[in-house]
């Protein structure tokens, strides 16, 4: 049970309230944001809420267990902080979400009903509903090592041990053309095999895709002409001359540990595991089930 200020108590006994909700949103980016329903601005906290900007909240869904309790928060693209390609980009997922209630006539009347992140972000041509999730859904996340033949190590991480800066695992090139929405020719890594970059990362240096990452699916050395293609689209168009770092890539297999990284003695995988055609293997005349390794 939450325990309330003498004169926000006050002001909820006298029956005739003057109350609205308040979000305060810091973004993975470090930006802090605040919203309100009220027809006018408030500021509290160091924060200034931005009234009219269209968000509008749902009931707020809790339960006496460990499930993850939500609220959604619901509005429409209206306010010049809230723009569709900052929500295509990412930079809205897992936001710090602050939910008060706030005495409009007296700021320093309020109560912090719920601290949670936003969750699954819905959006359509004009508006957008975010769901506001409780802390418990950390309790919800998969932890420890996953028991499988590919290494479940993050390249270059503590566990992998493999140091990305060195010049054989990373370089630094340019856009030259763009070739589709998500594939474009490069200049100043045609020194790199083909493939070499394949499932690594390239980070935006400059262009309107600037401080952004984007995934490599695709590596192409061919006739001098290297060509990248990314596991999705920028949400910003990409435009010659866009400056990038890029970082070489694993597909997580013993074999590229060993030949591509020298790194075996960090492989975090269990490649001899039985796959699932162990389970349905049945015995044959041909023999084959003395115990041997398969």
């Known amino acids: ?103 409009w006539e007296a700021p320093g009347q309020r109560v912090l009903i719920r601290r949670g992140s936003i969750g699954e972000l819905r959006r359509g041509r004009v508006a957008f509903v975010a769901e506001v999730r409780s802390l418990a859904h950390v309790l919800g996340q998969t932890v420890g090592r996953v028991f499988q033949g590919t290494c479940d190590a993050a390249l270059g991480d503590s566990r992998c041990g493999v140091n990305l800066n060195d010049a054989a695992y990373t370089g630094t090139g340019a856009v030259v053309d763009r070739v589709r929405d998500r594939a474009f020719t490069a200049s100043g890594i045609g020194g790199f095999a083909s493939g070499w970059f394949a499932f690594g990362y390239l980070e935006w240096t400059s262009g309107p895709n600037s401080d952004r990452q984007a995934e490599i699916m695709l590596h192409e050395l061919a006739s001098g002409i290297v ?38 003695l960090n492989f975090r995988g269990f490649p001899n595991i039985p796959g699932q055609d162990a389970v349905i293997r049945y015995a044959t005349a041909d023999g084959g089930h003395e115990g041997a390794v398969l």
């Open 1 to 103: 049970m939450k325990s309330l200020a003498p004169d926000l108590q006050s002001h909820l006994d006298d029956g005739t309230t003057t109350l609205a909700w308040c979000w305060r949103i810091t973004r993975a980016d470090g930006m802090t944001l605040g919203f309100t329903d009220h027809d006018r601005a408030l500021a509290f906290g160091g924060t200034d809420f931005e009234p009219e900007s269209g968000l509008s909240a749902s009931e707020i869904r809790a339960g006496s267990d460990l499930s993850a309790d939500s609220q959604d928060a619901e509005g429409a693209l209206t306010s010049d902080r809230i723009t569709e390609t900052d929500i295509l980009d990412g930079r809205w997922d897992n936001a710090l979400v602050e939910v008060w209630r706030v005495n």
């Open 227 to 264: 060509t990248i293609t990314l596991l999705e689209a920028p949400v910003r168009p990409v435009g010659g001359g866009d400056a990038f770092t890029i970082r070489a890539g694993c597909d997580k297999r013993s074999a590229t540990c060993t030949a591509k990284f020298a790194n075996i």
